[in-house]
C-alpha cells in the first residue's frame, strides 16, 4: 500500500508519458494494436494515459518475485528471479515503459519494504 501512495502521489504531481506516445520515436503498444479484451476491464476513461512513471507493474513483479524466491522451494525460485525481468521486457517492448520507469518503481517498491520491515521490528503486534 506504501509503494501505491508513493506511485499515486507521483502519477498526480509530475505526469509522464510513456514511450509510445511521443511523436516520432515509431513506437506502438502492441498490446492495444492485436486486442482489446483488456479494455473490459480499464476503460480508457479510467486510465491515466500519462502514469508512465514509475512503472508499478516492474516493482510489484519484483515484489511478488522477492516473495516467490523467499518462500518457495530451491527449484521454483529461479521464477522469482525471472518474473520481474520479463515484466521489464515487456513494458519496455509493448512501448509503455522506459528503462528508468522499471528502475523507479523497483526502487519504490524496495525502499517501502525496508520501512514496513523497519516498523515491523519495531512494533512486532502490528
Excluded at 522451494?73 to 522469482?80: A, K
Excluded at 528502475?103 to 512486532?124: D, T
Aim: net charge positive.
Amino acid at each position: 500500500m506504501l509503494s501505491v501512495a508513493v506511485g499515486v502521489l507521483i502519477f498526480a504531481v509530475f505526469p509522464m508519458a510513456p514511450p509510445r506516445l511521443i511523436p516520432g520515436l515509431g513506437l506502438i503498444d502492441t498490446v492495444t494494436l492485436h486486442s482489446d479484451a483488456y479494455r473490459v476491464l480499464q476503460p480508457p476513461s479510467l486510465v491515466n494515459q500519462y502514469a508512465a512513471m514509475p512503472s508499478l507493474h516492474v516493482g510489484w513483479d519484483l515484489l511478488v518475485g522477492l516473495a516467490i524466491a523467499r518462500h518457495t522451494n530451491r527449484g521454483f525460485r529461479v521464477v522469482g528471479f525471472v518474473l520481474p525481468m520479463l515484466m521489464t521486457a515487456a513494458v519496455i517492448l509493448t512501448g509503455n515503459h522506459f528503462l528508468i520507469d522499471g528502475l523507479v518503481g523497483s526502487a519504490i517498491v524496495i525502499v517501502s519494504l525496508l520501512i514496513v520491515a523497519g516498523i515491523r521490528l519495531r512494533h512486532p503486534t502490528a
